[in-house]
């Protein structure tokens, strides 16, 4: 038996064998596959308007979303720009950006349920990677390896055995073949089949439709002169205005029609019907394939939302796990510290739905907390409250209702609180370091104040007003800010350690200047100046978009852009003040403890010191009192402290038990 499906025979089973071998019949030899992509290109997506149409909205939606790779910290996901990996997800060879690989294995994903794609290894690391067309690649089946490896037939002449390190394979579930997927296509060409043939019959009709829809005849048969008689007449009747009306021909004794039925004729149910089914199993809602009657701004929103929570975000979450599989062990990452993830926030059919649901997570924080005021348990109250909370030790007793209180202002969270017995030394950095906190956070609330009132400007006038958001303003701020503070602290720094190893003290200084201060100054800002701006672009957005929903006027806009950056000044000023002020005041340190080494040939430790409160990280406290070697990371892989948002750890140096000529060498206990 058999069956044509898009131009394709295929082979139907009957009962008479099994219809899975057992794979020891394959072993060795390439999995063969009764699918096209060729013919699905040109038999279904040139051919068909819903393939195209699904198939292309579904690709353009997988092309533009960036993949993100990100590093775990503590409880948060950091991003890694600077990351190998993650240049080659942005660029992953010389002719294609990230756009075009992702919408080209969309696309071989959908009609032919495989992509495949061939990496470049140089140096032991993947430096490129590059699609390869499905029909050209079959896996070799191996009872031992599952696939012992791909071939790879590169012209009619030439085939090359590629190992499986050298390729990243993403399928569809076939459940009659374990190494092959199934296309959506394939389940589709029936309907598409149909569809074709149901459009190439009704264009068939429309091109000979001139003819009349009835025609009378006379009883007898017509002299040569009443047929050329006849002949004019018919001719009169059908030019013209007169096409599609009834012929009369003399004395009438019989009509007969020569056209088809409406019956006949209607072809838009099923065609109607074709694209419902080729919808389906694409899994793209049928008004987004044709915008009729029956579209409306409501449901088409809908239906984007719906085909993005479907169909186009799980196809991402297979790409990026695919890419954690292949590209992970070439850099030793673990998928429990690192992960690649799409970038959604810039879709904005995702934003109604992601809006709603921060509605509905405030609102059952806030039940929570009416709840557990009360008195209710804390285990009781995220019970009924819907919050998704781990069972408490002791939770299930009732607690006392606190005495009622007086609202009082939102204020700045508290400087950096100390254990009890802290060194002396490390007491005075920090308490230096919240007097720079503070310079740091007016001018940074000054910076973010005048921002808003570029932007709130730009807005009401009309003007772009991403103009107003200049990383100019960023990179002069900070820069001074942390050669500033470097410049004083890494003095400060240089000359306790230099005390700390020589009873005189030395005679040397702190030079901020030193190779590699500068420069890590420099790539440390512009790496977080883009952060910050893009954050603000984002909210800034969100925003925008909020208020054009409510029918906010310009002016309104202009207002809640200008509010945002208010609230900014408070909050997220003294936010970037400390994370920036931390992160510097951890490379002051540094910087001068390194270069001590290099002018006295001294080997030093360090040593983390956690904060030691209760809003410390769990990894961080777990690391207090290690000590590394100067030049080797902590376990958190960082060289200091401060490197994460609102850290609030420290670093002390000291030489380590060595002894140097000429200099007294203290101990570390």
């Given at each position: 038996?058999?069956?044509?499906?898009?131009?394709?025979?295929?082979?139907?089973?009957?009962?008479?064998?099994?219809?899975?071998?057992?794979?020891?019949?394959?072993?060795?030899?390439?999995?063969?596959?009764?699918?096209?992509?060729?013919?699905?290109?040109?038999?279904?997506?040139?051919?068909?308007?819903?393939?195209?149409?699904?198939?292309?909205?579904?690709?353009?939606?997988?092309?533009?979303?960036?993949?993100?790779?990100?590093?775990?910290?503590?409880?948060t996901w950091v991003p890694e720009p600077g990351h190998e990996l993650q240049r080659l997800l942005c660029r992953p060879n010389p002719f294609m950006?990230?756009?075009?690989?992702?919408?080209?294995?969309?696309?071989?994903?959908?009609?032919?349920?495989?992509?495949?794609?061939?990496?470049?290894?140089?140096?032991?690391?993947?430096?490129?990677?590059?699609?390869?067309?499905?029909?050209?690649?079959r896996p070799i089946a191996s009872r031992t390896e599952f696939v012992s490896g791909y071939k790879w037939q590169v012209t009619p002449t030439e085939?090359?055995?590629?190992?499986?390190?050298?390729?990243?394979?993403?399928?569809?579930?076939?459940?009659?073949?374990?190494?092959?997927?199934?296309?959506?296509?394939?389940?589709?060409?029936?309907?598409?089949?149909?569809?074709?043939?149901?459009?190439?019959?009704?264009?068939?009709?429309?091109?000979?439709?001139?003819?009349?829809?009835?025609?009378?005849?006379?009883?007898?048969?017509?002299?040569?002169?009443?047929?050329?008689?006849?002949?004019?007449?018919?001719?009169?009747?059908?030019?013209?205005?007169?096409?599609?009306?009834?012929?009369?021909?003399?004395?009438?004794?019989?009509?007969?029609?020569?056209?088809?039925?409406?019956?006949?004729?209607?072809?838009?149910?099923?065609?109607?019907?074709?694209?419902?089914?080729?919808?389906?199993?694409?899994?793209?809602?049928?008004?987004?394939?044709?915008?009729?009657?029956?579209?409306?701004?409501?449901?088409?929103?809908?239906?984007?939302?719906?085909?993005?929570?479907?169909?186009?975000?799980?196809?991402?979450?297979?790409?990026?796990?695919?890419?954690?599989?292949?590209?992970?062990?070439?850099?030793?990452?673990?998928?429990?510290?690192?992960?690649?993830?799409?970038?959604?926030?810039?879709?904005?059919?995702?934003?109604?739905?992601?809006?709603?649901?921060?509605?509905?997570?405030?609102?059952?924080?806030?039940?929570?907390?009416?709840?557990?005021?009360?008195?209710?348990?804390?285990?009781?109250?995220?019970?009924?409250?819907?919050?998704?909370?781990?069972?408490?030790?002791?939770?299930?007793?009732?607690?006392?209702?606190?005495?009622?209180?007086?609202?009082?202002?939102?204020?700045?969270?508290?400087?950096?609180?100390?254990?009890?017995?802290?060194?002396?030394?490390?007491?005075?950095?920090?308490?230096?370091?919240?007097?720079?906190?503070?310079?740091?956070?007016?001018?940074?609330?000054?910076?973010?104040?005048?921002?808003?009132?570029?932007?709130?400007?730009?807005?009401?006038?009309?003007?772009?007003?991403?103009?107003?958001?200049?990383?100019?303003?960023?990179?002069?701020?900070?820069?001074?800010?942390?050669?500033?503070?470097?410049?004083?602290?890494?003095?400060?720094?240089?000359?306790?350690?230099?005390?700390?190893?020589?009873?005189?003290?030395?005679?040397?200084?702190?030079?901020?200047?030193?190779?590699?201060?500068?420069?890590?100054?420099?790539?440390?800002?512009?790496?977080?100046?883009?952060?910050?701006?893009?954050?603000?672009?984002?909210?800034?957005?969100?925003?925008?978009?909020?208020?054009?929903?409510?029918?906010?006027?310009?002016?309104?806009?202009?207002?809640?852009?200008?509010?945002?950056?208010?609230?900014?000044?408070?909050?997220?000023?003294?936010?970037?003040?400390?994370?920036?002020?931390?992160?510097?005041?951890?490379?002051?340190?540094?910087?001068?403890?390194?270069?001590?080494?290099?002018?006295?040939?001294?080997?030093?430790?360090?040593?983390?010191?956690?904060?030691?409160?209760?809003?410390?990280?769990?990894?961080?406290?777990?690391?207090?009192?290690?000590?590394?070697?100067?030049?080797?990371?902590?376990?958190?892989?960082?060289?200091?402290?401060?490197?994460?948002v609102n850290c609030r750890c420290a670093v002390v140096f000291a030489p380590a038990q060595k002894s140097l000529s000429g200099v007294k060498v203290?101990?570390?206990?």
């Amino acid at each position: 038996m058999g069956a044509a499906i898009l131009g394709i025979d295929i082979k139907l089973r009957g009962n008479s064998g099994p219809a899975i071998h057992a794979s020891s019949t394959q072993d060795g030899r390439p999995v063969y596959a009764e699918w096209s992509a060729e013919k699905a290109v040109a038999e279904g997506l040139k051919v068909s308007p819903w393939v195209y149409s699904a198939v292309g909205k579904i690709a353009s939606g997988v092309a533009s979303v960036p993949l993100v790779l990100e590093r775990a910290a503590g409880d948060t996901w950091v991003p890694e720009p600077g990351h190998e990996l993650q240049r080659l997800l942005c660029r992953p060879n010389p002719f294609m950006a990230r756009q075009d690989m992702q919408e080209r294995w969309a696309h071989h994903m959908l009609l032919a349920g495989n992509a495949v794609w061939w990496l470049n290894i140089v140096g032991g690391q993947p430096v490129e990677m590059w699609p390869i067309l499905p029909d050209q690649v079959r896996p070799i089946a191996s009872r031992t390896e599952f696939v012992s490896g791909y071939k790879w037939q590169v012209t009619p002449t030439e085939a090359r055995i590629l190992p499986v390190e050298q390729v990243a394979h993403w399928m569809f579930v076939d459940p009659a073949n374990p190494r092959w997927g199934l296309a959506p296509l394939q389940a589709a060409a029936a309907a598409v089949d149909m569809d074709l043939a149901a459009a190439r019959w009704n264009r068939a009709v429309l091109m000979n439709d001139g003819k009349p829809p009835l025609a009378v005849f006379l009883d007898a048969a017509l002299s040569a002169d009443r047929m050329k008689q006849a002949r004019d007449l018919i001719r009169e009747q059908v030019d013209g205005g007169n096409i599609r009306k009834t012929l009369v021909l003399g004395g009438a004794s019989k009509a007969q029609p020569l056209s088809l039925s409406a019956t006949d004729l209607d072809f838009l149910n099923g065609r109607r019907f074709s694209r419902e089914e080729i919808a389906a199993v694409f899994g793209v809602p049928p008004i987004l394939l044709s915008f009729g009657e029956a579209a409306t701004f409501s449901n088409l929103d809908a239906a984007k939302a719906i085909l993005w929570e479907d169909r186009i975000v799980p196809l991402l979450d297979d790409l990026c796990q695919g890419l954690e599989g292949t590209f992970f062990p070439y850099w030793g990452l673990t998928s429990d510290g690192w992960r690649i993830r799409p970038d959604l926030s810039g879709v904005r059919a995702l934003q109604a739905n992601i809006k709603t649901e921060a509605e509905v997570g405030k609102l059952r924080a806030e039940t929570f907390k009416v709840l557990t005021d009360g008195g209710v348990p804390p285990n009781m109250a995220a019970a009924a409250a819907g919050v998704p909370l781990e069972k408490i030790p002791g939770g299930d007793e009732p607690r006392a209702a606190p005495a009622p209180t007086f609202t009082q202002a939102k204020s700045r969270p508290p400087p950096m609180q100390r254990k009890a017995a802290e060194d002396g030394d490390v007491a005075e950095r920090l308490s230096r370091m919240d007097a720079w906190i503070e310079e740091a956070r007016k001018k940074v609330a000054e910076l973010l104040l005048e921002q808003g009132s570029a932007v709130a400007s730009a807005y009401a006038a009309g003007d772009p007003w991403e103009e107003a958001l200049t990383l100019d303003d960023w990179q002069a701020l900070l820069e001074a800010v942390h050669t500033a503070v470097i410049e004083a602290e890494g003095s400060l720094a240089y000359t306790a350690l230099l005390k700390n190893i020589a009873s005189t003290g030395g005679g040397g200084t702190f030079d901020v200047l030193a190779d590699g201060v500068v420069e890590w100054v420099k790539a440390h800002v512009g790496e977080n100046i883009r952060y910050i701006d893009e954050t603000t672009r984002e909210v800034l957005r969100r925003e925008i978009a909020a208020g054009v929903e409510a029918g906010e006027s310009a002016r309104d806009i202009a207002k809640r852009l200008r509010g945002v950056h208010e609230d900014w000044a408070g909050w997220r000023a003294e936010r970037i003040a400390r994370t920036e002020l931390a992160v510097s005041f951890g490379h002051a340190h540094l910087a001068s403890a390194q270069q001590i080494t290099e002018e006295y040939g001294v080997d030093m430790v360090k040593t983390w010191v956690a904060t030691g409160d209760s809003r410390t990280r769990d990894a961080h406290a777990a690391m207090d009192g290690e000590t590394v070697p100067l030049s080797e990371p902590f376990s958190n892989g960082e060289m200091t402290s401060g490197t994460e948002v609102n850290c609030r750890c420290a670093v002390v140096f000291a030489p380590a038990q060595k002894s140097l000529s000429g200099v007294k060498v203290a101990k570390i206990n």
